[in-house]
C-alpha cells in the first residue's frame, strides 16, 4: 500500500515522538482570535470566508503561498492547533485532538458570525473538515480535504475497524512517548523526505514537527490511526472535493491510488475528486501553482 507517503500521512508523528474581523477588513490587515485555547486563527484579506487548517505537528505557515495568492479576493482564516509546531499545549485529559479542534471551530464560526465559510484541511485538518462537514452540516459552504482519509487505518489494512485498529495504535502512540530525542530527530528527518518532495519546504516542516508537544502529536496519531469516519460521510450535504496527491515513486499505479480515495469516500454525497501529479503528501508545498489552481477552481461561485 501506498507507504511512502501516505502512511506518514498520519503525519509525521509516527516517527515524533482579540477580535473578530469586519468583512471590509483590508487585505494587509491581520488579527487573532483564541477558541477556548483549542485553535488560534490569523486572520487575512477581505471577501468570502475560507477556513484553512493545517495537518497533524504542522504550521499554518504551509498555507503562505495559498494566502498570498487569495488574501486579495477572501477572508482567510489560517487556524494553527494547540500543541503543533510551538502553540502552547492544552490540558488533553480524554485524548483527543482533532474532535476537539473541530469543535472549538464550530465555535468560532458562530461567535464570529460567519456564514457558511469554505473549509479546507490537509491530513489531520481533512479529518476536521470532515467532522465539521458531518456534525455541523448547516456551518459550512463547500470542503476541500487535501491528501486526506476519513480513516487512516485502512492505508494498512482495508478491512480495518476501529477495534482492530486500537492494539496498533496504541503501541505506535507508545513508541512516540518513549523515542529518545536523538532518535526522534534523525527519525523525523527521514520521515519530512517522504511527507514533501520539495527539498526547499524540509526545514520549516522538521522544525514545526520538533516544535510540537510530544503528548499532543501522540494522542492525535492515536485519534487517526482509530477514528473511522465512514459511517458520518452520509451527513455531508455540501459539495466536497478531495485531492490527492500521486508521483510516480510510490511505485504503485495511479489506478490504485484513486481506488483507495475513491472507495474510502464511496457515501459521500456530491464528491468530486482532483489527483495532482509529482507530488507526495504536502501538496500545496510540492505542486504550489497547480495545487492554487485547484483550490481556484474550487472556490468559484
Do not use: C
Not at 507507504?3 to 494587509?28: D, E, K, N, V, Y
Not at 458562530?110 to 467532522?131: N, Y
Amino acid at each position: 500500500m501506498r507507504t511512502r507517503t501516505l502512511l506518514a500521512a498520519i503525519g509525521t508523528a509516527f516517527t515524533l515522538i482579540s477580535a473578530p474581523a469586519s468583512a471590509t477588513q483590508p487585505a494587509s490587515q491581520a488579527s487573532a482570535t483564541l477558541s477556548k485555547d483549542r485553535i488560534s486563527v490569523t486572520v487575512e484579506g477581505a471577501g468570502p470566508d475560507v477556513i484553512l487548517i493545517p495537518g497533524l505537528a504542522s504550521s499554518r505557515e504551509v498555507w503562505q503561498d495559498l494566502a498570498a495568492r487569495l488574501k486579495h479576493s477572501y477572508r482567510l482564516h489560517l487556524v494553527q492547533v494547540a500543541g503543533f509546531a510551538g502553540a502552547p499545549a492544552v490540558s488533553n485529559p480524554q485524548g483527543n485532538v482533532a474532535a476537539p479542534t473541530a469543535e472549538a471551530i464550530a465555535d468560532y464560526i458562530r461567535t464570529q458570525h460567519l456564514k457558511a465559510p469554505v473549509i479546507i484541511g490537509h491530513s489531520l485538518g481533512g479529518e476536521v473538515a470532515l467532522m465539521l462537514g458531518a456534525r455541523h452540516p448547516d456551518q459550512v459552504a463547500r470542503l476541500m480535504i487535501v491528501d486526506a482519509l476519513p480513516f487512516y487505518t485502512l492505508l494498512m489494512d482495508p478491512a480495518a475497524t476501529r477495534e482492530t485498529a486500537a492494539p496498533h495504535a496504541a503501541a505506535f502512540r507508545d513508541a512516540l512517548l518513549a523515542s529518545p530525542p536523538a532518535q526522534t530527530e534523525a527519525m523525523q528527518r527521514a520521515s519530512i523526505a517522504r511527507l514533501a518532495k520539495s527539498e526547499a519546504a524540509r526545514p520549516a516542516l522538521l522544525a514545526a514537527a520538533l516544535g510540537s508537544d510530544r503528548q499532543t502529536t501522540a494522542d492525535a496519531t492515536y485519534e487517526l490511526m482509530t477514528t473511522d469516519l465512514r459511517p458520518e460521510l452520509g451527513r455531508i450535504q455540501v459539495p466536497v472535493e478531495v485531492v490527492y496527491a500521486y508521483d510516480p515513486l510510490y511505485g504503485i499505479p495511479a489506478a490504485n491510488v484513486e481506488a483507495t480515495f475513491r472507495n474510502a469516500y464511496a457515501t459521500t454525497p456530491h464528491i468530486r475528486f482532483k489527483r495532482i501529479d509529482d507530488s507526495f503528501h504536502f501538496v500545496m508545498l510540492d505542486q504550489p501553482q497547480a495545487f492554487a489552481n485547484a483550490v481556484t477552481d474550487f472556490l468559484k461561485p
